[in-house]
């Protein structure tokens, strides 16, 4: 819709690592992960002109997000736990790449992460967009016509 390249910064990760982000994790745990991660952030912060999507965790290190806003502006799509819970349940490939962040179960674990993480979430976000019960073109649309309404120039 914006005529710009999509990045997933994980996606980006395990090609450039050739391991999945589990692997990643089940290697050398989440510190040798976030220090991965943000390389890749440090790296695609280099881009213009790229809408890029980033995992949960990377707002846990204040550079990225100081990277992050540098070059762009920062849009999060939140749900609620039992939205999140279903959406990653659906997706089979989800389910195999994504590691276990704590010792909690999948629904608890979720709950912890999202209220942990709320205060930086807030501090970093440009845009909120609640995307309960809504599709991906709609949210599309609206991350749209708010970049159109607020970002002074769409031709960087």
Do not use: W
């Amino acid at each position: 819709m914006l005529d710009r390249e999509f990045i997933d910064a994980d996606e980006y990760l395990e090609q450039k690592e050739r391991k999945t982000v589990k692997d990643i994790f089940d290697e050398g745990g989440e510190k040798l992960f976030r220090e991965m991660e943000s390389r890749v952030i440090a790296e695609l912060c280099l881009l213009d002109n790229k809408i890029i999507a980033t995992g949960g965790g990377v707002i846990l290190r204040e550079e990225n997000v100081k990277k992050l806003k540098k070059n762009g502006v920062l849009i999060l799509l939140t749900a609620d736990v039992d939205t999140i819970c279903k959406r990653i349940y659906r997706d089979k490939f989800t389910q195999q790449r994504r590691p276990s962040l704590t010792d909690r179960n999948g629904y608890q674990e979720i709950e912890y992460l999202l209220e942990y993480r709320k205060p930086l979430y807030d501090k970093a976000a440009d845009f909120v967009l609640n995307t309960d019960n809504m599709s991906v073109n709609d949210a599309a649309r609206k991350i749209v016509n708010f970049i159109k309404n607020h970002v002074v120039d769409l031709r960087k």
